[in-house]
């Protein structure tokens, strides 16, 4: 069956909902096809001890403040899933799920969008699909030798899996922080960085972050040098469990390993460790495997975009995948200003637009 509609969101995570909102708010026409069976995006798979990096004022969704979480300054996972999920319910988004979505093909004047339940005929598409469902896995070698247990970011839980074994975590930013922070207590842990870990300040949190994106967005709009956002302060953020593990002398990095061995890692000096697990806490790409019919890709995987357009297919917007998208359009409280633009970029273009 094909549908017809002014807009169709791909992905109902937070940077669909934050679209979503928008688009009802201009009276434009729209679905969100999400492939998740309940609300919640990505963050109903994160493991168990995860918290934001911010308190609630700084974690919200266009229209609607997040609500404080009892007993928490920097809400869980869990917390979030419940926000999301009221979120959607209270502004009545027009939500299809689970739908996943396919492929996304030119079709005139249109943009086709085929998904395991249907079809969807739109003027104008957006994608929101996000990173989690693309972990990015290093090539190391030896690797297929190894005999214990190897998985990514997106399959760790908890330290209850991994109590008394050795393990190494594979990564120098947030999540290999916080997920050796987790382990240290409870595993023999070695904690691997490509380069030396750099932590930020211990009062600087989300807050803080989003004020230095809004910096740099706003030095680049009128001209002025590059002040680096973010990444020029650092790559952890010191959240408790985290400053807690690093003070306590838990969070000493090695230096990336040369090879995986059949019982664990060597360095190019000959030094070993023995592990029963690796835990690769090596990031994410942007989940664009259903625009592929279109021919976008381009250096790193990326799409080339004019604020969130693709340049190459007008039709087509992108958010929440990172800086290349919006500056912090991959957080929650970022999502909001590129989401507003693209809507109203759509809007001005729509011949169908309710009144």
């Not at 890709?297 to 007008?314: C, K, L, S, W, Y």
Request: contains cysteine; positive net charge; hydrophobic residues 40%.
């Amino acid at each position: 069956m094909t549908h017809r509609t002014d807009v169709v969101v791909i992905g109902g995570g937070q940077a669909g909902l934050a679209a979503g909102y928008h688009l009802r708010r201009l009276g434009l026409d729209f679905v969100i096809l999400d492939a998740q069976p309940t609300p919640g995006g990505a963050w109903q798979h994160t493991w168990d001890s995860l918290h934001l990096f911010s308190p609630v004022a700084f974690s919200s969704l266009p229209g609607r403040p997040m609500p404080v979480q009892s007993g928490e300054t920097y809400p869980d996972a869990g917390h979030v899933v419940q926000y999301l999920t009221d979120y959607e319910r209270r502004y009545e988004l027009p939500i299809m799920r689970p739908v996943a979505v396919q492929a996304v093909h030119r079709d005139g004047a249109f943009l086709r969008v085929e998904g395991d339940t249907g079809t969807w005929r739109a003027r104008t598409v957006i994608s929101a699909t996000g990173t989690w469902w693309r972990p990015f896995l290093p090539t190391v070698p030896g690797q297929g030798t190894f005999r214990g247990r190897q998985l990514h970011t997106v399959e760790y839980r908890s330290p209850r899996d991994f109590a008394g074994q050795r393990v190494i975590v594979v990564g120098g930013g947030n999540s290999g922080a916080q997920i050796a922070a987790d382990l240290a207590h409870a595993t023999e842990l070695t904690w691997v960085t490509q380069r030396p870990p750099r932590f930020l300040a211990d009062d600087i949190d989300g807050r803080a972050l989003f004020d230095v994106a809004t910096a740099r967005r706003k030095a680049l709009e009128s001209g002025r040098a590059d002040t680096g956002g973010v990444a020029s302060l650092g790559d952890i953020v010191a959240v408790p469990p985290v400053r807690e593990a690093r003070d306590a002398g838990l969070l000493k990095a090695s230096p990336m390993f040369s090879r995986l061995t059949a019982d664990g890692v060597e360095w190019a000096d000959g030094t070993r460790a023995t592990a029963d697990a690796v835990i690769w806490c090596t990031g994410f790409r942007p989940a664009l495997s259903h625009l592929g019919p279109l021919q976008l890709r381009g250096r790193r995987g990326h799409i080339a975009t004019d604020g969130t357009r693709a340049v190459d297919e007008p039709r087509l917007h992108l958010l929440g995948y990172g800086d290349w998208t919006g500056p912090a359009s991959a957080t929650l409280i970022g999502v909001g200003r590129p989401a507003r633009e693209a809507a109203r970029e759509i809007a001005g273009t729509s011949p169908s637009r309710r009144t």
